[in-house]
Nanobody, 115 residues
């Protein structure tokens, strides 16, 4: 059974940093691209970042230069380092995996940026 478990969210002041983690199990982690997606209160899903199985990365314009996605295949974990956080980054953050066209999601982790 494919499982994704996010952690690392919390309350942080504007300008602060957080590192999110997403652990995967039930699939060959190193073979798959992994994405981070967020949902702000009252809004739809917003794609944030992607790291390919080969380690290439892409980012949404709203986070480029502030967020960094990375992976540790030995630990079956993908990370999202978030720096210079803004109130508009407040959202539930999910990691996402596609296998044969099917989307898998974790339970999400809440990030709140507020003074």
């Amino acid at each position: 059974e494919v499982q994704l478990v996010e952690s690392g969210g919390g309350l942080v002041q504007p300008g602060g940093s957080l590192r999110l983690s997403c652990g995967g199990s039930g699939f060959t982690f190193s073979n798959y691209d992994m994405a981070w997606v967020r949902q702000a209160p009252g809004k739809g899903l917003e794609w944030v970042a992607l790291i390919t199985s080969g380690g290439s990365t892409t980012y949404a314009g709203s986070v480029k230069g502030r967020f960094t996605v990375s992976r540790d295949n030995a630990k079956n974990t993908v990370y999202l380092q978030m720096n210079t956080l803004k109130p508009e980054d407040t959202a539930v953050y999910y990691c996402n995996l596609k296998i044969q066209g099917y989307d898998y999601w974790g339970q999400g982790t809440q990030v709140t940026v507020s003074s």
